[in-house]
């Protein structure tokens, strides 16, 4: 117990002397700030009309999914919020205040949850560039790729949040207030001048995947838990209660103005669109589409507002999780959860370490074009970023009723949070599947990513302390022992399932294998008994010598033709008893 002693000093000065942090924004900014979060059934509405590739969509039904989610999200909402102005001196938003409640029970539980949640968002920032890119591209900048311009998105926001959260707040707030106006321009507009088919607009259809109720469950849970990755997001406006002026008035304001838009982009909008468009037209490049939402009141210039419309809400997206993600990883290792390198922070008190690894995995998975299969898997890590905060309220609920508490959630919004929490666990179980095997396996990975992180941090802070990096301890050696397992069960699988003889042909290798077993005893006898047989005559010796092999050989014979099962061998060894017995008769 004395080698862990240090580890535990350790985390427990990280979490009670907390740095603190210039408090710059308002609640306004932090609001602003979220939208990238607010606004992410845009990018995610494609995919639910139509899927992608072999990955089905939900059809018109996933306009009821879209409201669902967000109920989702506001359930917990109130719960969130009290947790992350527990410690009002943190950064990282609901994830990375878990460490206390998890604490008690196992810290690799707070790890778990913070970098679950990194990983949600790294494929947002890459996917809302690429379509920011493709609007570029396409009207502005025809002569520059794609890609490039996706990176330099990315890479320009990046040094945004370099230069201090102050200036990605007084950037976000002209961005979110023109992706608010015209956001209520395309929702208002078409009611005002009834252009909405409103019985279109209430015509639901699921498209499942296969016949019968559990096709049904099984497409209505996967579309759920897609969903589950954009609904809840806009809990963005917690990641910076460290930094916000008078977190107690000013996150609780941020909270509500931020799930008040989530309401206009994951409600009104879906269903105010899918009157006017249609399930087919949703299910196309929105940049393109949206144009006759507008045009009640831009006219000629409709199609121009859809463009910049859906631009400004992409930028939003990308500057999000430079912003807040980057923080939870800093966050966690102040917390002596993650490597020290990730807490290092500039002049500007911004983490340059983890907001240069945030934009450079964006880019790598922007790179690989971001497909849906990709946001499964990440959805699955963001699930369990935000599903466990609500065990952590609950925890703290429990363990310390008389902890300082600035704001208090209603008791049954805590036990709301929990429900939605399972609702979400249920739709990953039910929906994970559906996206395939790469998915499930890319997701755990992503999942469990951070214990290799956390282990290398324990293995510095051991040898900082003196001690040697790894304990030897009974935990240790019994992990060791079951891995060493897997892996030899693993090789020994991996061995079998290449390229291997048919069965016919091991048993035949099997019985040369035995035969040659057999001649080689029967050598080391006769050498053995060397001596015994110089006094016989050579005849006699010679003799001897073949009926022994002979008659050793036979049973070889008949457990190769047993092992082949041929007719032919079944005779061949028949006529071989048969003529053993004359001779010895």
Known sequence: ?????????????????????????????????????????????????????????????????????????????????????MYPKRVGGIAATCAEAFRPYNPVLANLTGVCYWWGWIPTCGLTAIFSAAAIHEWY???????????????????????????????AIPIAAASALLALVSALAPVLAGTVDWKQASDFHLTVPFSGWFGELTAFMAGLYLIGFAAPAFEAAACHVGETVDPSKNVP??????????????????????????????GKDLMLVLGPTFAPLFGSFAKAAAIWFMMLNMFHGTLQPLAGAARTMSQLAEDGLLPRILQNRSRTDAPWVATTLTAGMAILFLLMGDPVWLLAAANFTYLIGICLPNVAVWLLRRNH????????????????????????????????????????LIGVLFAYSGSALYAWRRFSDRRRAGLPGIARTLHIKLTGAMLLVLAFDGAGLSACSDESPQPAERAGQRARRYLRCGRNLEHQRRVG???HHRARDDSDVGSGDRNGERRDEEPLQRVACARTRGPRCRARQSG??????????
């Open 529 to 531: 008994s060397a001596g």
């Open 576 to 585: 071989r008893g048969a003529g053993a017995g004359a001779r010895e008769g």
């Open 1 to 85: 117990m004395s080698s862990l002693a240090p580890s535990a000093a350790a985390n427990a000065l990280a979490t009670t002397q907390l740095d603190e942090h210039p408090r710059t924004l308002g609640w306004a900014a932090t609001a602003a700030l979220a939208m990238g979060g607010s606004n992410q059934s845009l990018f995610l509405m494609t995919a639910l009309f139509a899927g992608q590739g072999d990955i089905p969509g939900q059809g018109s039904a996933a306009v009821l999914l879209l409201g669902l989610g967000l109920l989702l999200g506001w359930a917990a909402a109130p719960g969130w919020t009290e947790l992350v102005l």
């Open 253 to 282: 304001r941020a909270m509500l103005a931020a799930g008040g838009m989530a309401s206009i982009y994951f409600i009104a909008l879906p269903v105010v669109w899918l009157g006017v468009l249609g399930p087919e037209q949703l």
């Open 141 to 171: 900048l025809p002569n520059v790729p794609v890609t490039a311009i996706a990176c330099s998105l990315v890479l320009a926001f990046a040094f945004v949040n370099l230069c201090g959260v102050k200036w990605a707040g007084r950037l």
């Open 401 to 440: 009723p008389d902890a300082p508490r600035p704001y208090r959630a209603p008791r049954g919004m805590i036990a709301a949070g929990l429900i939605a929490a399972a609702v979400w666990s249920i739709s990953a179980v039910l929906g994970f599947q559906q996206f395939g095997m790469k998915t499930v």
